[in-house]
């Protein structure tokens, strides 16, 4: 077999300590790039898209060093991305590795899209059932909204 024939891999540098977001849809991958503010990072960042998955075909992931998820950042990826898991990185190991849940309810994290929601009107906080998972399914405790999926609009 000759080097043409010789399968290529490329490695990613790993971090030394930070936060793995892995097994994202890859059409959801820039989303939750968006949500964690990754453009604002002074640390590595890697956003890659389209990288093969046995499980999924293919899946995005997002590395980002010096940096743990905070639990309102958690239920934001898990709106648009649900089988995303996070690792958290120690010294160049996992040490945790924590797949993404839905809450019951969410608050301040999602945006209503009807326009004449008190939320939309007032300073008031939105405030979110979740009536599924799979596609993520929400509804608005004020004016009974239901949103889906990819028309989640996140604040």
């Known amino acids: 077999m000759d080097d043409r024939q010789k399968k290529v891999q490329l490695n990613v540098s790993a971090i ?5 977001i892995d097994h994202i849809d890859s059409k959801s991958t820039f989303q939750v790039a968006r949500i964690l503010q990754v453009e604002g ?13 046995a499980q ?12 743990r998820l905070t639990p309102e950042e958690a239920n934001k990826v898990a709106l ?3 089988d995303a898991t996070m690792n958290i990185i120690e010294d160049f190991v996992v040490v945790e590795k924590i797949k993404v849940e839905l809450p019951d309810q969410v608050r301040r994290v999602v945006k209503c899209y ?3 929601c008190v939320t939309n ?12 998972a799979r596609p993520p399914t929400l ?13 989640i609009l996140l604040k």
């Open 16 to 20: 030394r300590n930070g936060t793995v």
């Open 41 to 53: 990072e002074s640390s590595k960042v890697l956003v890659g898209l389209n990288l093969e998955s």
């Open 56 to 67: 999924f075909g293919a899946k995005g992931i997002i590395k980002i060093e010096n940096r």
């Open 80 to 82: 648009v991305a649900p």
């Open 114 to 116: 009807n326009p004449h």
């Open 121 to 132: 009107k007032e300073p008031v906080d939105t405030h979110f059932d979740i009536i599924a």
């Open 139 to 151: 509804r608005c405790r004020y004016c009974e909204r239901v949103m889906k999926g990819l028309n």
